[in-house]
């Protein structure tokens, strides 16, 4: 059975990961979709919500699909839990040169870590985690960038961050 991890902040999930997953689970047996703290990021949501929003969104998916969380290094889960493939999606030229820097990083750790990049069609290139803050920030239309089960999660959990700063600073 091949199996792969596809990691990520997913700050929150948006319809360009759900696609990676998509195209991903053509290639493998199973996914897990691990949370990962990326140091450069400081996160919005928590990350319970962050896993609730991408179980809402991959249960049509759940008997080869699973969540988890995980605090260390991407390689060192890899070893593990005996996965040897990564998976992340490519939107852009910026997009590769970081995730291949990335991929040099784990495989020096981890030899035997193989990072296998999935391009993501051009409609997907202004999907981004980022985006779906910043229209969340201005109350902009979300609807199109993430995916439907995850909408009024995201929506309901940014209106709790929003109501909680809003007494802390009364
Ligand atoms: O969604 P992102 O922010 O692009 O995901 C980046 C992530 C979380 C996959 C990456 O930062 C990561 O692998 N973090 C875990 C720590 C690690 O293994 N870093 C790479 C070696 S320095």
Redesign the pocket.
Known sequence: MLKAVF????DPITVGHLDVLRRALKIFDRITIAI???IQ?KPLFPLEDRLAFISKSTQVFRTKVSVETFE????EYCKKNQIRFVIKGLRALSDYEYETK?AL??RE?NPDLETIFLVSPPEMATISSSVVRELLYFNGDISRYVPEKALQPIIAAYKKLQSGKLRNNN
């Open positions: 990691p990520g902040t997913f990962f703290e990326n990021k260390g290094l991407l390689s990335m990083i784990n750790i």
